[in-house]
């Protein structure tokens, strides 16, 4: 017995995610997520990534179990047809409808997607492992994650409601996309900037003055 299995055995139950790699025969799995998560810092997957890594890996060995055969990128395109929120709800009917027809149970495989703490979980509870702390640039990553899936968010229900509305005659309008721009103003320097251009420059218009009046203060101190 593994050192993992015997913790396990002393804890009284397997994590959902060793559940899975168990009852889906995803051989080597554990090991793979450890080394994504301990990699060097420009290779290393976040919790959320290994989280839909390990959910596309979990659809593609139930659609084989099902007798499909999917195509390069049909995984992924069924994983994100399912569960980003972008997508509308026609469009995720239909994916649902395309495995129920291969008798793969829907409510039974979305139950066993696993969220980012359940990874978290397997792999520092269950393996015992450790990473660095984080790095300013992943705490950055981690706001601007965070921001776009809100973005996704209101895109998505902002298209439901203009399509309800829309179906029901309510309002008139034709072929339609929704944009959800999130701009953020320094009043210092009277400069604007997309979220996400200013998250990844690390600074407005002004961060140069700041960053030579820090340097000019450290060295009069």
């Not at 799995?29 to 959910?55: K, M, P, Q």
């Not at 450790?130 to 973005?151: A, F, N, P, S």
């Not at 320094?186 to 009046?213: F, I």
């Amino acid at each position: 017995m593994s050192s993992e299995e015997n913790e396990t055995a002393k804890r009284g139950r397997r994590s959902k995610v060793r559940r899975l790699i168990d009852e889906y025969g995803l051989d080597g799995e554990g090991e793979r997520l450890e080394n994504l998560w301990t990699a060097g810092r420009d290779d290393r997957l976040s919790l959320r990534e290994l989280a839909d890594d390990f959910n596309r890996r979990l659809l593609r060995a139930v659609m084989v179990d099902a007798g499909m055969n999917p195509l390069d990128g049909e995984v992924a395109n069924t994983y994100r047809l399912l569960t980003d929120d972008d997508v509308s709800s026609g469009m995720r009917t239909q994916a649902k409808q395309t495995l129920e027809r291969e008798d793969i149970d829907i409510d039974d495989l979305q139950k066993n997607f696993v969220s980012h703490q359940a990874i978290h979980t397997y792999l520092t509870k269950y393996r015992g492992v450790k990473r660095d702390e984080q790095t300013d640039e992943d705490r950055v990553q981690k706001g601007l994650d965070t921001i776009q899936r809100l973005r996704s968010r209101t895109a998505a229900v902002s298209e439901n409601i203009v399509e309800n509305l829309a179906n029901t005659d309510r309002i008139q309008i034709g072929e339609f996309e929704v944009l959800v721009d999130v701009r953020v103003f320094c009043r210092d320097c009277g400069t604007q900037y997309d979220v996400q251009d200013l998250l990844e420059a690390g600074h407005c218009e002004c961060g140069g003055e700041l960053a030579a009046a820090a340097g000019e203060t450290s060295t009069t101190e």
